[in-house]
């Protein structure tokens, strides 16, 4: 009986071996041996492919370019990015290069742990405002954003559909499109079953209310950092918002918190319209491989232009502790150049935040989508200082499903927002 | 704090007393001990005066300065409804998940021990064991899926009875039982066999006397199965409650608190106040304030596990 | 004997098989979802087995990731850990029980007071400290914290009290040092229960989860419950991989409990662990 099981150990142990030699054998030519007098980058990321390769590609142009210099990049799940990288720059053991989310930045900025990227004012005039904001601090720039974070302004619409229902062309005024929306949901009994006009993911929820309140020509920045949401132009933004859902009923709430976003249930047949950003786009032509959709501006909640709060997306920082800031901040300069920006926006599906590379007609030859988009470029309006940005989301996400059912009237809830955002933002002063 | 065993062991011998003049003694416990209580004090109990220490800061790790705020942090927890929010989930989660889980493996134990075939028997206990070696992660993840509203499993056999979807996990109504019968699922093999060994230490005599005073199967269970299984019951239920307490990794993959922080429970809300939203000082004083929760919750236990059994 | 009731037993056994077919479903579940193609998954086929079955899952895992080199990581930090708590454990648990020293009291009740603490109450300050070792990234920043157990000292300490003095007090006559006495003497006295103690502590660092997300960055030195969040990417989650990733990492501990499933029930229901 022992031997039995000495046996079975022995055979483990020996299958373990082999996996892993295999598995080392395939792997061996693609680690490079380290050698001496390297100038040695840590470059983080989070996980998406196509910007993993998008990255790669830009490492290994750079690595030829300079053979002193090898780059380790390293990836990370999204959920558990953001608190690695506290991890990291808490515990003074950060990697040289990361790549940040603009409204991450501030935090890191204002505690002195990321390194200034040289020539602040010439880049200034150089990238659009909004995807700038959060890399600036005293007028410096701590880092340079390489996409234009934006989930406004353009929506995934089927063209079928619309014509199925007669209507001809995507909605131009706000009315419009709350009228067909109503046309365009399909139900099932109680449910839903094809969503009129979908904007409840955790992104556009809080855009969309932060921009109809712009549109309007309002403001929802106080004194102090603190937010200011008791505007009659707050007001009228949320009510129209949570009406959608309670009174017109054109999207509902149950896809919401789930693992797939709003892009893929508009990829799969089950809403008409889509409000998400351009980069949904690249899922729904190279995961799902579909063709039957479009990418349409959506119309401002006033007769004002659609102006817009957009984030400063992502970028890339280098940090003030390493030891190679110099080598650091020079590839962050590569990859800001104006080819580099160009072949990354291209293959990751993203919106230029340099002006030159969005103005490149290349640009748009490659990615047709992508016009709605840059035609509103030059309306984004940075968010504003938002300290914990995935709490400010998560606290107008919750109090808007609360309002949506009846459960919070749209005044107090704008209360409770702004007293609860407000509390935050002392805590991180 | 006596934490005796499930089974039941003799209780120790007294320690036998050192003689004096043995200076070899003297060092072995000395150098042996040092290297393990070295260990000891830098991960245990350095990071637990640090983490207490730090409650009474207003402390952000990346700014790297703490300022002292002395008792605010608790104060501030009173007024906080999102803590208070989570106090009340983390109870009801601990609750209801040890009384089923309680019900379910005493019924599955006696079940099972009613087994007469020996392989049945000890096939049907592995089969309830397996899941509670699995990592814990891969096991909610493997869930998340099951309870995927589109394409998972549960929602797979209701449209098979031809009734409507469920969000297993986004809805309000739905989601904390939905992670409780995920934890069930992925525990309750430890208590089944836990209550097994209670059962088989259970002398057969009892129930022969029983049997032939003409009591009823209900009777026999209450009367002599119960009383005698206080010990084991005693230990599972102080254990079960303790680790309930501490569930982490189903909420942090499954729901991630969500809906409406109807999953938000104490653990994963320190671990998010401390790591997600850098209130590093806050999320301690909030740890403080859970470990005295458990630590009550088990003297209490013992507490009352001990008056009863005495009757 | 209880008196038999053919219809109960044989109620009882049908409840208990159908109880069993259901605890076995979600590997099922697992298996059959790891042989679909991602595609069939989230499209939202309302079907149980795949309709073409593909292992393009395992594929992924097994080429398209360092694996084999996870699993070794995994392998080495689960074995060192488990050597040296054993070690540790035996060693104190024999000095508590045994000798007699100043502030030994205290210093059982503070040690078995650290089990009562959560790991994300003191998971900063755990990685602050690592950090200030220089640690970060490093296996062995996931073998150092965990080279000594408050409830392996606990469980030894309690078992080695059962010993009994004059037996100690014998070998010592016969000029045994105290290494010797515990190694020779001790440890064979108390293997049912080092055995226990052993397997749970390989297992508890095998699924160790939480810790190796934090404090390990490169590739190349993660253990394996990490790939199940390797395999997660930000909008498109690759189910099949996840799954063929989770199967390969619950076989070799399922392999491993049949194997010891006895020494496993035994020192469960004998030190009650967890």
Same mark, same amino acid.
């Given at each position: ?25 395939s ?39 300079h ?21 990291? @720059? ?111 993911s ?51 709430l ?5 693992e ?70 020079? =590839? ?9 920006l ?57 109090? @808007? ?10 005044e ?18 | ?38 260990l ?39 007024g ?75 929602n ?31 525990d ?9 060994a ?15 005073d ?7 269970f ?25 569930? =982490?990794?189903? =909420? ?39 470990l ?20 | ?15 208990l ?31 149980? *087995? ?36 054993? =070690? ?12 007699q020293f ?19 109450v ?11 070792l220089? *640690?970060v ?12 157990s ?46 226990? *103690? ?32 390797y ?44």
């Open positions: 009986m022992r031997i039995i099981k000495l046996c079975s150990v022995f055979a483990i142990i020996c299958t373990i071996f082999a996996i892993t030699g295999c598995a080392n054998d792997k061996a030519d693609s680690s490079p041996s380290s050698s001496q007098g390297k100038v040695k980058l840590v470059f983080w990321s989070h996980q998406e492919d196509a910007f993993m390769n998008a990255y790669k590609k830009v490492i290994s142009d750079y690595e030829a370019l053979p002193d210099v090898s780059i380790d990049y390293q990836t990370f799940p999204y959920d558990v990015y953001n608190q690695k990288l506290k991890a990291s @720059f808490s515990a003074k053991s950060p990697p040289d290069i990361a790549e940040m989310f603009g409204t991450w930045v501030p935090e890191y900025s204002k505690n002195g742990l990321l390194a200034e990227i040289p020539g602040s004012e010439q880049l200034q005039t150089e990238y659009y405002e909004a995807p700038l904001g959060g890399y600036t601090l005293n007028g410096k720039l701590y880092g340079l954003p390489l996409e234009f974070n934006i989930e406004n302004g353009g929506m995934l619409i089927h063209p079928e559909m619309l014509k199925e229902h007669g209507i001809a062309n995507p909605p131009a005024t706000w009315d419009e499109l709350v009228a067909d929306a109503k046309l365009l949901t399909v139900r099932d009994g109680k449910r839903i079953k094809v969503k009129g006009f979908d904007f409840v955790g992104d556009n929820i809080t855009f969309t209310f932060l921009s109809m309140i712009l549109q309007q020509n309002g403001k929802y920045w106080g004194e102090d950092d603190h937010v200011n949401f008791q505007t009659p132009e707050a007001q009228k933004a949320m009510s129209a918002l949570t009406d959608l859902v309670a009174n017109d009923k054109v999207a509902d149950t896809t919401f918190g789930g797939l976003d709003t892009s893929d249930y508009f990829f799969q047949g089950r809403s008409a319209m889509t409000y998400r950003g351009p980069w949904t786009v690249a899922a729904g032509l190279n995961t799902y491989k579909v063709k039957d959709f479009e990418y349409v501006p959506v119309p401002s909640f006033t007769t004002n232009p659609p102006s817009f709060s957009a984030e400063s997306g992502w970028g890339i920082v280098a940090s003030e502790k390493s030891k190679q800031q110099k080598a650091a901040v020079d =590839f962050i300069t590569y990859m800001s150049s104006n080819d580099n160009l072949a990354w926006n291209q293959s990751t599906f993203t919106v230029p935040a340099k002006k030159a590379v969005a103005e490149n007609p290349e640009f748009l030859k490659s990615n047709p989508y992508m016009k709605t988009s840059l035609d509103i470029l030059q309306l984004g309006k940075w968010i504003g200082p938002i300290a914990d940005r995935d709490f400010f989301f998560k606290t107008i996400n919750d109090h @808007f499903q609360l309002m949506a059912t009846g459960q919070e009237a749209v107090k809830g704008l209360q409770n927002i702004e007293k609860t955002i407000n509390e935050s933002q002392d805590q991180h002063k | 704090m006596n934490l005796d065993t499930a089974t039941g062991r003799n209780k120790g011998i007294e320690p036998g007393i050192e003689r004096p003049g043995r200076k070899n003694g003297r060092k072995f416990i000395y150098l042996s001990l040092a290297p393990v209580l070295l000891f004090g830098v991960f245990a109990f350095l990071p637990i005066g640090w983490s207490l220490g730090l409650s009474v800061f207003k402390y952000n790790p990346l700014s790297g300065s703490a300022l002292f705020v002395g008792a605010d942090n608790y104060i501030r927890m009173l906080d409804s999102v803590f208070l929010k989570s106090l009340w989930v983390t109870f009801k989660f601990v609750i209801i998940a040890v009384m089923v889980n309680i019900i379910i493996t005493l019924m599955i134990a006696v079940a099972i021990q009613r087994i007469r075939s020996g392989w049945l028997r000890s096939l049907m206990r592995t089969l309830f064991f397996l899941p509670t070696i699995a990592p814990l992660a891969g096991t909610a993840i493997v869930w998340s899926t099951m309870f995927n509203f589109n394409h998972g499993l549960f797979i056999l209701l449209d098979k009875m031809h009734m409507a979807p469920i969000q297993w996990l986004s809805d309000p109504h739905y989601a904390l039982y939905s992670v409780i019968m995920m934890t069930l699922w992925a309750i093999g430890y208590n089944i066999v836990l209550f097994i209670g059962l088989d230490s259970i002398p057969e005599m009892y129930y022969e006397a029983a049997i032939l003409g009591a009823s199967r209900w009777h026999i209450k009367d002599i199965t119960l009383p005698l299984l206080r010990r084991s019951m005693l230990f599972i239920s102080v254990t079960t409650v303790v680790s309930y307490f501490q569930a =982490f990794a189903q =909420f942090q993959i499954m729901t991630k608190g969500e809906p409406f922080n109807e999953t938000r429970v104490l653990a994963l809300h320190i671990y998010e106040q401390a790591f997600s939203n850098s209130n590093m000082g806050y999320a301690s004083a909030m740890a403080t304030v859970f005295m929760i458990i630590l009550v919750v088990t003297l209490l236990q013992l507490k009352w596990g001990r008056t009863e059994w005495e009757y | 004997m209880h008196r038999r009731n053919k219809w109960l037993d044989g109620l009882i056994m049908l409840v098989i159908v109880a069993a077919c259901a605890m076995l479903l979600p590997y099922a579940w697992m298996v059959l979802s790891s042989l679909k193609s991602n595609m069939e998954i989230v499209s939202g086929s309302h079907t149980f *087995l795949p309709s073409k079955a593909s292992l393009e899952g395992y594929r992924t895992v097994l080429v398209d990731a360092p694996f084999g080199r996870w699993l070794m990581n995994s392998a080495v930090t689960s074995i060192v850990i488990t050597a040296a708590t054993l =070690f540790t454990s035996a060693l104190a648990g024999y000095i508590f029980a045994k000798h100043k502030g030994q009291k205290l210093l059982f009740i503070l040690i078995l007071a650290t089990m009562m603490i959560p790991f994300q003191i998971m900063i300050p755990t990685y602050l400290i690592t950090a200030k220089g *640690l990234n490093q296996l062995m920043a996931i073998i150092l914290p965990n080279l000594v408050s409830y392996g000292v606990f469980l030894a300490k309690q078992f080695i009290e059962d010993i009994p003095q004059d037996l100690l007090d014998a070998a010592r006559m016969d000029g045994a040092g105290e290494l010797r006495l515990m190694v020779r003497i001790i440890a064979p006295l108390i293997l049912t229960m080092l055995s226990a *103690l052993g397997i749970f502590t390989f297992m508890n660092s095998w699924n160790n989860y939480l810790w190796p997300l934090i404090i390990l960055n490169d590739e190349s030195k993660m253990t394996v419950p990490l790939a199940l969040v395999f997660n990417g930000t909008h498109m989650v690759n189910y099949n991989v996840v799954m063929s990733a989770a199967v390969l990492i619950t076989l070799p501990v399922i392999a491993v409990f049949l194997i010891f499933q006895k020494q496993f029930i035994k020192g469960l229901t004998m030190t009650g662990m967890k």
